[in-house]
Every structure is written in structure tokens, then in C-alpha cells.
């Protein structure tokens, strides 16, 4: 499920709630970067999330519920392969956002992964594979949960839709203060965290000090942080 925030005030801060049900994962701190990694059947662990020295952050949550125009076709790039190269320095956020604007862009079968993304400089770029993008350069804050924002009615009936969390996001960075900082940002990831489907890793990403912060299933006393 899971919820993107980015904000640009004196800082520019990017914040995750990774909400998952039965799989496994792990944060990985390297020198290059922080890493949220899920470990599938058959690739192995997979960096899907996280920071980079670089400055970027790759947050990717559901889009509930699927839409078939995500579904893998020939030709198109893979959600995944794109947010993955980014986190990993392979592409920069421009060559992505390219990529993006010209190009079909598809997701797992039958399950809309969508990319919250961002840069050093506070960009961002929303994809909805099948659907299409938005490019936001230095917003005063961005926010992506479950539902697409190409969609008319946001107000699907499905609990874990996101939007009760999307609006109530928005409203806290809305009415924040110029000095809005990591435990603001923490804050914020508490407000909207879930657990019917569970968050498990809370992630503040300080680019301005390339610092990653993160806690574990809710627990914010107790934060880990790494050094970029």
C-alpha cells in the first residue's frame, strides 16, 4: 500500500511508510545508498525503495484497485527496472521522466505498482504505468498513496484506497512551518501509518544532509540512521 511524501521548506525531506502483508524485507545501508529491499521467489533481493547518495528517493506504492492498462506489453518499460535504476544511479530523474513522457510504461500482471520519485533538488515525478505522469519541479509538497491520480472518483470503497491518508498528509504539510524537520516528518508518517495492512518501515530521507532515518514496525522511539 504505502505513502510518498516530499517537502521543500528550509530542507527538502522526503518521507515513506512502506504498508506490506506477507512479505519479506530488509533495510540495507551501503555507502551509496539506503536500501529497502523485498525478497521475491525468483530474483532474489530486489532494491525497490529507498535513498541514494545521489540525492534521489524511490517510494513506489499500489494502485488500488489494478487497472489492466498497467499489464506487461511488448515494447514497454517495466516499472520496476525504471525505479530500481534510478535508486541504483543507472538513470537520473530526467532520463526517467523521458522516458516516462515518450514511452509505455507497464507494471507486474495484475497489480498497479506506481513510482514516487524524486531528486536532490526536490523534484518530483509520479508515474501510473499505463495511465501516465506528472512532473512537479520543487513543489511546496507532493504526496502519492493508493489511488491514481488520473482517476475521476478518488472515493473507492476499498480500506486501504489511501485516500483518508492522502488528504490528511496534504493538510499536515500544508500548515507547515518553514523549520519543518525529520521529526516533523516522522510525525507525519505516525499521523497516516496503518495497521489492517501493516506499516512496516517508516523512512525519512534529509536530502539537504544526506541523512536516511528509519524505524520498524511502528516503532518511533526507535530510529536508526545512516549517513550518505
Known amino acids: 500500500m504505502c505513502t510518498s511524501i516530499v517537502i521543500n521548506k528550509k530542507k527538502t525531506l522526503v518521507g515513506w ?3 506490506i502483508l506477507n512479505m519479506e524485507h530488509r533495510v540495507r545501508p551501503t555507502t551509496e545508498g539506503v536500501y529497502i529491499e523485498v525478497n ?3 530474483e532474489g533481493w530486489m532494491p ?3 535513498a541514494n547518495s ?5 517510494g513506489m506504492p499500489t494502485c488500488w484497485p489494478a487497472d489492466s492498462r498497467s499489464d506487461p506489453r511488448d515494447g514497454a518499460q517495466h516499472i520496476i527496472h525504471l525505479d530500481i535504476d534510478l535508486l541504483l544511479q543507472k538513470k537520473t530523474l530526467a532520463e526517467v521522466r523521458q522516458i516516462a513522457e515518450t514511452e509505455n510504461i507497464c507494471s507486474v500482471p ?3 505498482f506506481m513510482g514516487a520519485l524524486s531528486d536532490k533538488e526536490g523534484n518530483v515525478l509520479h508515474i501510473v504505468p499505463g495511465q501516465g505522469c506528472h512532473y512537479y519541479e520543487k513543489p511546496d509538497f507532493a504526496v502519492l498513496t493508493n489511488f491514481s491520480p488520473f482517476k475521476e472518483n478518488k472515493g473507492d470503497e476499498h480500506p486501504w484506497m489511501g485516500m483518508d491518508r492522502y488528504e490528511l498528509a496534504r493538510e499536515l504539510l500544508n500548515n507547515a512551518e518553514d523549520d519543518f524537520d525529520v521529526k516533523d ?3 507525519v508518517l505516525k ?3 496503518q495497521e489492517v495492512c501493516p506499516t512496516m518501515v517508516s523512512m525519512v530521507f534529509d536530502v539537504t544532509d544526506r541523512k536516511v532515518y528509519w524505524c520498524l514496525e511502528r516503532q518511533w522511539n526507535k530510529v536508526e540512521e545512516a549517513q550518505l
Do not use: H, K, Q, W
Not at 545521489?54 to 524511490?58: L, N, S, Y
Open 191 to 193: 499521523a497516516v501509518s
Open 110 to 112: 495484475g497489480l498497479t
Open 48 to 50: 525497490l525503495f529507498g
Open 40 to 42: 521475491d521467489p525468483t
Open 185 to 187: 516528518c516522522f510525525a
Open 17 to 19: 511508510n512502506l504498508d
Open 54 to 58: 545521489r540525492g534521489d528517493f524511490v
